[in-house]
């Protein structure tokens, strides 16, 4: 800040978090090898999708004994990020499900509702299909949008994060968020999930779509 004021500072109220983890590359290879292969057994259409269709798995993938590695380490970031949060809880993953989005398809702007946090654990991902679009959830952030010489965390409304095989991401599952149309000629792969508090997942918190194909 300019040295024309004494003690002068910005302060960031109210951040919005992102977690980000890598699983080791031995789990991501075994993940590659053993959910691919499942996902194509439960019907997915890996390799006729036309373009600008998005394949959606039922909900209940967390449930399957091949998921259970997958499970293991998404309960382990949370634990992290909780941790970090310093919330002295467990969560349970109340919702999982593949998303298969042929060139072309993108996700529009959505959150996860009646849970805690939400996440994504990217399986297939290539240059032009490699990330995903945080928005900033102040109800007026747009109302004023003076140009900017550089984008930066507090000037911009869309936070891009960039992702690769073998990304884990954790964030507040209110947080609204899309996904750019696929831009690469192989479909873009993840498994979606949501994780919340026991005592309120029974009760609140499996998702509330119909799973199956359709466009953009």
């Given at each position: 800040?300019?040295?024309?004021?004494?003690?002068?500072?910005v302060?960031?109220?109210?951040?919005?978090?992102?977690?980000?983890?890598?699983?080791?590359?031995?789990?991501?290879?075994?993940?590659?090898?053993?959910?691919l292969?499942?996902?194509?057994?439960?019907?997915?259409?890996?390799?006729?999708l036309?373009?600008?269709?998005?394949?959606?798995?039922e909900?209940?993938?967390?449930?399957?004994?091949?998921f259970?590695?997958?499970?293991?380490?998404?309960?382990?970031?949370?634990?992290n990020?909780?941790?970090?949060?310093?919330?002295?809880?467990?969560?349970?993953?109340?919702?999982?499900?593949?998303?298969?989005?042929?060139?072309?398809?993108?996700?529009?702007?959505?959150?996860?509702?009646?849970?805690?946090?939400?996440?994504?654990?990217?399986?297939?991902?290539?240059?032009?299909?490699?990330?995903?679009?945080?928005?900033?959830?102040?109800?007026?952030?747009?109302?004023?949008?003076?140009?900017?010489?550089?984008?930066?965390?507090?000037?911009?409304?869309?936070?891009?994060?960039?992702?690769?095989?073998?990304?884990?991401?954790?964030?507040?599952?209110?947080?609204l968020h899309?996904v750019?149309?696929?831009?690469?000629?192989?479909?873009?792969?993840?498994?979606?999930?949501?994780?919340?508090?026991?005592?309120?997942?029974?009760?609140?918190?499996?998702?509330?779509?119909?799973?199956?194909?359709?466009?953009?």
């Open positions: 800040m300019s040295d024309a004021f004494h003690n002068s500072d302060m960031h109220l109210f951040p919005t978090f992102v977690w980000r983890g890598d699983v080791p590359d031995d789990t991501r290879l075994e993940l590659a090898s053993t959910l292969k499942e996902l194509e057994a439960l019907g997915a259409p890996i390799a006729n036309r373009p600008g269709e998005n394949w959606q798995s909900q209940a993938l967390h449930l399957r004994g091949s259970r590695l997958l499970a293991e380490w998404i309960l382990k970031a949370s634990r990020l909780l941790d970090y949060l310093c919330i002295p809880s467990d969560t349970m993953i109340t919702g999982c499900w593949a998303n298969v989005s042929a060139p072309g398809t993108g996700h529009r702007l959505h959150c996860h509702r009646n849970n805690f946090l939400s996440g994504v654990y990217y399986l297939q991902t290539q240059a032009g299909a490699d990330t995903i679009n945080f928005h900033d959830p102040k109800i007026q952030a747009g109302a004023i949008r003076p140009p900017v010489s550089q984008p930066m965390a507090e000037n911009t409304e869309v936070a891009q994060v960039r992702i690769a095989d073998g990304a884990l991401i954790l964030f507040p599952a209110w947080l899309s750019d149309a696929n831009r690469s000629a192989k479909p873009r792969i993840s498994i979606s999930f949501n994780l919340m508090f026991p005592q309120f997942a029974e009760t609140m918190a499996r998702p509330g779509w119909t799973p199956g194909v359709g466009g953009r």
